[in-house]
């Protein structure tokens, strides 16, 4: 057994054993938890921090472009796999140079990686040794650091939860609660939730991890815990600053829904508030969004509470058709003459009403030629005797169509 290696097994310290490591390997040296969160760096080798590194001090964790790069790059689940030191490639549009990465586990889970920047040469067959038998020292501390944090996220979760489904204390007994377990109550706050079409473990034990990684990534603080099916991110701000918060949780959505494409989830953003009591109240909003997706059981058009319009009142409506055996008959003439010609008219009416009549972009939607719309909605109208300059009437036909397509 070489002196350092003897030396790090003695050690506790996760900073003094970084730059043990560093000043061995003579190289910069990076160790993130298993959420990519900064736990500790080198300063003997900070010069040669590349601008991924840089950017991951600076913010303490990695910025949601590396974080996405590498799981497109399939990085991210080869971490997960691999069970020695391996070389990650040089990627130039992300400030990235080639490093080496080595998991650190214990007891079979992996609680961080250990980065070894490769400057000037390659790492030795010896050196390469090295990382792995120093990996189980670092993975027996972050473990112990991850059973601490488990106990403080119990806590957390617990009290949020109290929030969300409205335990009836006053504000004042609520901030005398987190003084009591030190959870920080943000000065505005804002909820997110995710959830699965089907209860399928295996697709929602991957959104959790997803929707973490991602969370982890942002700039504003957050806290997830799951609730039965229901991922809920609450996302805070130590300033009044709600737009930045609102940013924020479209971020979140837009990234985490689009590692998803072929799976059905549905996502709901609530309104920020500057009020702990308004908390529960941006969580009914999240779910209000997914409820509404899920009635309309097609793909997810609006993740904003602020944006539902009238997408909000789609079930009531639509009971209320039933009640009057409702329907649209021009719509029906639109859809029988699709299935009797094969034509697009239904679908050209919707993206035409989506982008308010504006020719361009619904013929850039539809890709198709302008005169091609025009023809189409000279067809429509031709069909129905619909104006379509009316605005109370395509509020109507917006309605209805997206009740039909509920209906199909």
Same mark, same amino acid.
């Given at each position: 057994?070489?002196?350092?290696?003897?030396?790090?097994?003695?050690? $506790?310290?996760?900073?003094?054993?970084?730059?043990?490591?560093?000043?061995?390997?003579?190289?910069?040296?990076?160790?993130?938890?298993?959420?990519?969160?900064?736990?500790?760096?080198?300063?003997?080798?900070?010069?040669?921090?590349?601008?991924? !590194?840089?950017?991951?001090? +600076? $913010?303490?964790?990695?910025?949601?472009?590396?974080?996405?790069?590498?799981?497109?790059? %399939?990085?991210?689940?080869?971490?997960?796999?691999?069970?020695?030191?391996?070389?990650?490639?040089?990627?130039?549009?992300? %400030?990235? !140079?080639?490093?080496?990465?080595?998991?650190?586990?214990?007891?079979?889970?992996?609680? %961080?990686?250990?980065?070894? /920047?490769?400057?000037?040469?390659?790492?030795?067959?010896?050196?390469?040794?090295?990382?792995?038998? *120093?990996?189980? /020292?670092?993975?027996?501390?972050?473990?112990?650091?991850?059973?601490?944090?488990? &106990?403080?996220?119990?806590?957390?979760?617990?009290? +949020?939860?109290?929030?969300?489904?409205?335990?009836?204390?006053?504000?004042?007994?609520?901030?005398?609660?987190?003084?009591?377990?030190?959870?920080?109550?943000?000065?505005?706050?804002?909820?997110?939730?995710?959830?699965?079409?089907?209860?399928?473990?295996?697709?929602?034990?991957?959104?959790?991890?997803? =929707?973490?990684? +991602?969370?982890?990534?942002?700039?504003?603080?957050?806290?997830?815990?799951?609730?039965?099916? &229901?991922?809920? *991110?609450?996302?805070? $701000?130590?300033?009044?600053?709600?737009?930045?918060?609102?940013?924020?949780? !479209?971020?979140?959505?837009?990234?985490?829904?689009?590692?998803?494409?072929?799976?059905?989830?549905?996502?709901?953003?609530?309104?920020?508030?500057? $009020?702990?009591?308004?908390?529960?109240?941006?969580?009914?909003?999240?779910?209000? =969004?997914?409820?509404?997706?899920?009635?309309?059981?097609?793909?997810?058009?609006?993740?904003?509470?602020?944006?539902? %319009?009238?997408?909000?009142?789609?079930?009531?409506?639509?009971?209320?058709?039933?009640?009057?055996?409702?329907?649209?008959?021009?719509?029906?003439?639109?859809?029988?003459?699709? /299935?009797?010609?094969?034509?697009?008219?239904? !679908?050209?009416?919707?993206?035409?009403?989506?982008?308010?009549?504006?020719?361009?972009?619904?013929?850039?939607?539809?890709?198709?030629?302008?005169?091609?719309?025009?023809?189409?909605?000279?067809?429509?109208?031709?069909?129905?005797?619909?104006?379509?300059?009316?605005?109370?009437?395509?509020?109507?036909? +917006?309605?209805?169509?997206?009740?039909?397509?509920?209906? /199909?």
């Amino acid at each position: 057994m070489n002196q350092p290696l003897e030396k790090i097994l003695t050690l $506790s310290d996760i900073d003094e054993i970084t730059d043990l490591i560093s000043t061995y390997l003579k190289k910069p040296v990076v160790i993130e938890n298993e959420q990519f969160s900064l736990i500790a760096y080198s300063s003997f080798y900070i010069e040669q921090f590349d601008n991924a !590194n840089q950017q991951t001090i +600076f $913010s303490k964790r990695w910025p949601i472009s590396i974080l996405e790069k590498f799981m497109d790059e %399939g990085i991210v689940d080869r971490l997960k796999m691999e069970t020695k030191p391996f070389r990650i490639k040089e990627m130039k549009e992300i %400030g990235l !140079n080639q490093r080496v990465v080595m998991s650190a586990k214990h007891k079979n889970k992996i609680l %961080g990686y250990i980065w070894i /920047q490769e400057t000037n040469h390659l790492l030795t067959e010896t050196e390469l040794q090295f990382l792995s038998d *120093v990996s189980l /020292q670092i993975g027996k501390l972050l473990y112990q650091k991850m059973q601490e944090k488990l &106990k403080k996220d119990e806590e957390k979760a617990l009290f +949020f939860k109290k929030i969300i489904h409205d335990v009836h204390l006053s504000e004042n007994q609520l901030k005398w609660e987190a003084a009591n377990k030190n959870i920080i109550i943000p000065s505005s706050s804002i909820i997110t939730v995710f959830t699965i079409a089907q209860s399928e473990e295996d697709i929602f034990d991957e959104l959790t991890e997803t =929707v973490r990684l +991602f969370a982890n990534a942002l700039k504003n603080p957050s806290h997830l815990f799951c609730d039965g099916l &229901k991922i809920i *991110v609450v996302m805070g $701000s130590n300033s009044d600053n709600t737009r930045q918060l609102m940013n924020n949780a !479209n971020e979140l959505t837009n990234t985490v829904v689009s590692q998803f494409k072929n799976q059905p989830i549905f996502a709901g953003i609530g309104r920020p508030y500057s $009020s702990i009591m308004k908390m529960n109240q941006s969580y009914n909003e999240a779910l209000d =969004v997914i409820n509404s997706a899920k009635f309309l059981g097609s793909p997810q058009q609006v993740y904003e509470y602020k944006k539902l %319009g009238v997408f909000h009142y789609l079930e009531t409506i639509s009971r209320h058709n039933k009640q009057i055996n409702y329907q649209n008959e021009d719509l029906m003439i639109l859809k029988r003459k699709d /299935q009797e010609s094969q034509t697009d008219l239904v !679908n050209t009416l919707e993206i035409y009403l989506l982008n308010n009549g504006r020719l361009k972009q619904t013929s850039d939607q539809l890709f198709i030629h302008i005169n091609t719309l025009k023809y189409r909605i000279k067809q429509i109208t031709e069909l129905t005797g619909l104006d379509l300059d009316d605005f109370n009437l395509r509020c109507q036909l +917006f309605i209805d169509l997206q009740l039909m397509k509920q209906k /199909q």
